[in-house]
């Protein structure tokens, strides 16, 4: 291998050169091991490297670690990793390796540029992708890649790594395939920088534990943040949520001229469900709660009572309404007294400023039905 007869006395002693020289001409893949393992001490050996001697080690050790085995691959990756003045040639290369070669430079080596990043996360599988999500700091540019390319246990590393930014862009497809995947439903809502809005949409479809963490959020938050971040999801809020009942029209009339006569009170609201009124009861409901019919109809289709406690909180109810509203909607299924009274004790603990700052996000679908 000529190549390596150009070390020179500018990157290893004197005292070593002849014998380095010399085993840089030999066959044997054991002594050029010893050369790659020498060639390494040397740089480690010296306190710093002009940006020529480091330049000329990475030629050689790219070289030298081309023609070795993994096991040799992966023992200099190990060594290179932490070193922030390793030769970028060397590390790039390695980086661009095998899976256990590269992972420990994919989470750690400070030498590589985003553009190093973008390349392997644009070629490699996704166990190269998640070594790269696991960096300290991810940009923008290297996460939408990820997202991108990366499955869902790659997605769910980049979100739990608080170090790595996403685009608004990534963060709305990330949250998307949050929604269909509950494996993904605590990396997402308890991730610091995920926008407000998009945490909200998560609301729906997590666990009590996760909702209760949203509501959390919602009351802690900041007036001016939370206008700003009501005003980045209008942009995106879907109205297309199905055909409305065949009824819809008749009753929206009857619901308008009751709330015009002052008489849409929470008292008719159950009389609609003890006379089996879904629809009238549905646009009673969204138009006291000040919420789209399409909202209202899931929640009580998918016979989600704290859901509905946030309702009912923020239209400033009382408990025992809320109660009323609750068995009739769990309707036939088991035990729904005790059911309600369990959720009856949560609605006693949720504050109305938590439930009215909640409320607001799910209010942008009637805003942009309206538009």
């Known amino acids: 291998m000529s190549d390596t007869s150009t070390v020179d006395t ?20 054991d002594k050029r091991r010893l050369l790659l393992r020498e060639l390494t001490n040397h740089f480690f050996g010296a306190p710093d490297h002009s940006p ?6 990475g030629a050689v050790l790219a070289k030298l670690s081309a023609e070795m085995e993994q096991a040799v691959r992966v023992e200099l990756a190990a060594r290179f990793a932490p070193a922030a003045n390793a030769p970028h040639s060397l590390i790039r290369r390695l980086a661009d390796d095998e899976l256990e070669v590269a992972e420990p430079l994919l989470r750690a080596s400070a030498v590589l540029t985003d553009d190093d990043l973008m390349q392997v996360a644009r070629r490699r599988g996704q166990g190269h992708l998640r070594a790269v999500s696991g960096r300290a700091v ?3 540019a290297v996460s939408d890649i990820i997202v991108e390319r990366g499955d869902d246990d790659t997605l769910g590393a980049l979100l739990r790594n608080d170090g790595a930014r996403l685009s608004r862009a990534a963060s709305e497809t990330a949250v998307e395939r949050a929604k269909a995947n509950p494996a993904l439903h605590a990396a997402t809502v308890e991730r610091q920088s995920l926008p ?10 997590v666990e009590a534990r996760l909702r209760h963490r949203i509501l959390e959020q919602n009351a802690r938050m900041d007036p001016e943040l939370l206008e700003a971040a009501l005003a980045a999801g209008r942009t995106r809020v879907a109205t297309d949520d199905g055909a409305l009942p065949a009824d819809y029209a008749e009753n929206l009339d009857y619901v308008n ?18 006379s089996n ?9 969204s138009k006291l709660a000040d919420i789209d019919f399409h909202t209202a109809r899931g929640i009580v289709e998918r016979k989600d009572l704290d859901a509905l406690s946030v309702v009912c909180k923020a239209a400033d109810m009382d408990r025992a309404v809320y109660l009323t509203y609750a068995v ?16 009856g004790r949560m609605y006693g603990e949720l504050t109305r400023d938590a439930a009215m700052r909640t409320l607001r996000f799910w209010r942008m679908r009637r805003t942009a039905q309206a538009a």
């Open 277 to 285: 009124g879904r629809t009238p009861f549905l646009i009673a409901l």
């Open 10 to 29: 500018a990157v290893v002693s004197a005292s070593r050169l002849p014998d380095l020289i010399a085993l840089a001409g030999e066959e044997s893949s």
């Open 138 to 140: 991810v940009s923008e």
């Open 328 to 343: 009739a909607v769990l309707g036939s299924e088991d035990n729904p007294m005790g059911k309600a009274a369990a959720y």
């Open 257 to 274: 001229e009751l709330h015009a006569a002052g008489q849409l009170t929470p008292q008719v609201l159950i009389r609609f469900l003890r």
């Open 52 to 57: 020529s001697e480091t330049a000329l080690y």
């Open 196 to 205: 407000v809005d998009l945490l909200n949409e998560m609301y729906f479809v």
